[in-house]
């Protein structure tokens, strides 16, 4: 696996050495200047870095970059707080785009922490510009966690094209990345480990978990305690479809934030309709459903969970995006069964786009309120 780790640490950046090795120090520091905005105008770290490539096609004996000359800095890979990507995405789920990781351990530098949360991203793939996943890895950093935020994706464009189940592997290279590279194993001792997300992060995860076998693998779990805490999965396509497709203007479908439109497109390709496009009886979206009878308990190897829903008190398309009972019908079938938990709470009147970033801290409390059981 090639993975690409950069700091931001006086305006320098550290990359591993499994990068090119001509790539200029000035390329790599404005790169990594423009990390906390996600680009330079309109340029993103990804376009930085190409640049870099594109630019430095002649020795630069002055600008080349290896692991000796990050360590002449003083500086060494792997860094507490930075990003990493993940270059064996590309291509999976038949998406050329890279999984990304944003990190921070800064509350375990000094010693390694024994509590990790690993973030899914919503569709919107927002760990590296979105405010709000800033805030929870703050927050868990402040109560001592290691934090990791994934972006299984680049773009929404990708999140957004391909059956969620089809992210499995995607989704597993990301965890395998989080749990056990390099920056894992600096800054984490592998005790508890606490998987969160919200929309997309609280969808393709656990549809991972119901219809694989990925989450038996050692790097799922923690070596004393593993668990899960989701905001907004949708687990019924249909339903959530059916929600999305007359909450807009004069009954109408909704454009804004989530269109219904790509609620049909994951599953039938683009200038899909309701006319054209059933998620009743469409396979991949049966397989995305996991209130069917063909979903069991025992197919969860994570046991442990907490599930919310949210909006379901607001108008549809402006706060409720993702249909609620499954949510809670999914939990109730967890819970009821031996060797399972799982704990149901309802935010109805907070929206989809705002809920897990203003109350992420139930998660957190939850889990460690579990540890002492």
């Known amino acids: 696996m090639r993975v690409r780790a950069y700091e931001k640490n006086h305006a320098t950046a550290v990359i591993s050495a499994q990068l090119p090795?001509?790539?200029?120090?000035?390329?790599?520091?404005?790169?990594?200047?423009?990390?906390?905005?996600?680009g330079c105008g309109q340029t993103s770290i990804g376009a930085a870095l190409s640049d870099a490539g594109r630019n430095n096609t002649t020795t630069d004996d002055a600008g080349v970059v290896d692991a000796g000359?990050?360590?002449?800095?003083?500086?060494?890979?792997?860094?507490?707080?930075?990003?990493?990507?993940?270059?064996?995405?590309?291509?999976?789920?038949?998406?050329?785009?890279?999984?990304t990781l944003v990190t921070n351990a800064s509350a375990c530098t000094r010693a390694k922490c024994s509590k990790l949360v690993v973030v899914?991203?919503?569709?919107?793939?927002?760990?590296?510009?979105?405010?709000?996943?800033?805030?929870?890895?703050?927050?868990?950093?402040s109560h001592g966690y290691a934090a990791v935020c994934i972006n299984p994706f680049e773009s929404s464009e990708g999140s957004g094209a391909r059956p969620y189940i089809d992210e499995a592997a995607r989704i597993d290279l990301a965890v395998r990345e989080a749990t056990t590279g390099a920056w894992a194993r600096a800054f984490w001792t592998g005790e508890e480990l606490?998987?969160?997300?919200?929309?997309?992060g609280a969808t393709a995860p656990v549809i991972a978990m119901a219809r694989t076998k990925l989450d038996e693998q050692p790097h799922w779990h923690g070596s004393r305690a593993t668990a899960g805490c989701f905001f907004d999965g949708a687990y019924d396509q249909a339903a959530t479809a059916d929600l999305l497709?007359?909450?807009?203007?004069?009954?109408?479908?909704?454009?804004?934030?989530?269109?219904?439109?790509?609620?049909l497109q994951r599953y039938c390709g683009p200038g899909a309709s309701a006319t054209s496009c059933s998620l009743v009886t469409h396979p991949k979206a049966q397989e995305d459903?996991?209130?069917?009878?063909?979903?069991?308990?025992?197919?969860?190897?994570?046991?442990?969970?907490?599930?919310?829903?949210?909006?379901?008190?607001?108008?549809?398309?402006?706060?409720?995006?993702?249909?609620?009972?499954p949510i809670q019908l999914l939990c109730q079938r967890l819970d009821a069964a031996p060797g399972h938990t799982?704990?149901?709470?309802?935010?109805?009147?907070?929206?989809?786009?705002?809920?897990?970033?203003?109350?992420y801290d139930v998660c957190r409390t939850w889990f460690e309120a579990s540890l002492t059981r």
Not at 21 to 38: N, Q
Not at 74 to 90: M, N, S, T, Y
Not at 349 to 356: E, I, K, V
Request: with cysteine; glycine share 14%; net charge neutral.
């Open 69 to 99: 000359a990050i360590r002449a800095e003083g500086l060494r890979p792997p860094v507490a707080v930075g990003l990493i990507e993940v270059d064996a995405c590309i291509g999976q789920t038949g998406i050329a785009e890279r999984c």
């Open 120 to 141: 899914f991203s919503g569709g919107e793939m927002g760990c590296v510009s979105g405010a709000g996943y800033n805030k929870v890895m703050d927050g868990y950093a």
């Open 245 to 263: 497709a007359t909450g807009g203007v004069g009954g109408r479908a909704c454009t804004v934030p989530v269109s219904h439109a790509r609620w």
């Open 21 to 38: 090795r001509r790539l200029s120090l000035r390329w790599l520091r404005l790169a990594v200047a423009c990390l906390p905005l996600g």
């Open 289 to 325: 459903t996991l209130t069917n009878t063909d979903v069991l308990p025992e197919h969860f190897a994570i046991r442990n969970f907490k599930m919310v829903e949210c909006g379901s008190a607001m108008p549809a398309c402006v706060g409720d995006i993702v249909a609620g009972p």
């Open 342 to 359: 799982c704990s149901f709470a309802g935010l109805p009147n907070d929206g989809h786009l705002t809920c897990h970033a203003n109350h």
């Open 194 to 200: 606490l998987f969160e997300g919200i929309s997309h």
